[in-house]
């Protein structure tokens, strides 16, 4: 089954503690990306790769490092986190195959939900 | 830049009435157009996407939406409303310049309530 696969979908963390939210797809897709959703504000782009080893910010890359050191796999590191990370954040992936007519559409994880105390 | 409109944060709808989820865009060339619904606790799921042809395009659950040019519009739409159908719904635009990555614009998601 075609899926987009994060890890943990729920954490509660203290202000200053490293965490990693692991994301896994088994689509063979060139493209990932990391959203957070907070009310009212949509999704808001933190992270995107177009391919292995090929990382870029979005909207709101500050206090987020990724890396995609394997085509499948793209994590988000919180370094310091901070109550104002608290969100739910989305991993996504696409083909970037065919392009530039492909209107290949975006897969999403089921989110991570994360609080920052 | 490319962007997306949704210009109604909430949808109210009775049961077995008409829906329309509204979407207007901006795009620098061709618009790849989606739209997207996401159930409590669920990720994004795929409805439907323009891409080029016939202006209404059918998607998932009964869905379908219509893609006018000369409105920069792309509103969602179904004939019957149905209870399950609440949700959050977003419309996304691709950006179909290879420089820039293709990538995806959502607005700001509209919630949908049909009311039994």
């Known amino acids: 089954e075609a899926q987009v696969t994060q890890n943990p979908r729920y954490l509660i963390t203290v202000t200053g503690k490293k965490l990693t939210v692991t994301c896994s797809q088994n689509?063979?897709?060139?493209?990932m990306s990391w959203y957070r959703q907070d009310p009212g504000l949509g999704l808001r782009q933190i992270y995107y790769s177009m391919n292995v080893e090929v990382t870029d910010k979005g909207d709101v890359p500050e206090g987020y490092k990724v890396s995609r050191k394997e085509k499948r796999n793209f994590p988000l590191i919180l370094e310091s986190p901070s109550p104002n990370q608290t969100s739910l954040y989305f991993c996504?992936?696409?083909?970037?195959?065919?392009?530039?007519?492909?209107?290949?559409?975006?897969?999403f994880g089921e989110g991570s939900w994360l609080t920052v105390v | 830049a490319q962007s997306v409109a949704q210009p109604e944060d909430q949808v109210n709808v009775a049961e077995g009435n008409p829906l329309t989820v509204k979407c207007t865009y901006s795009?620098?060339?061709?618009?790849?157009l989606f739209w997207y619904v996401q159930y409590p606790n669920r990720g994004l799921q795929f409805l439907l996407k323009?891409?080029?042809?016939?202006?209404l395009v059918k998607g998932s659950y009964g869905f379908e939406a219509e893609f006018n040019k000369s409105q920069t519009s792309f509103h969602l739409k179904k004939p019957s409303a149905l209870v399950s159908d609440s949700a959050l719904y977003f419309c996304a635009v691709r950006d179909n310049e290879v420089d820039t990555g293709n990538q995806f614009y959502f607005g700001t998601g509209t919630s949908l309530t049909v009311i039994p």
């Open positions: 996504a992936s696409s083909s970037q195959r065919g392009q530039p007519n492909s209107g290949n559409t975006i897969y």
């Open positions: 323009y891409i080029t042809g016939d202006n």
């Open positions: 795009v620098s060339g061709n618009p790849y």
């Open positions: 689509m063979n897709h060139e493209y």
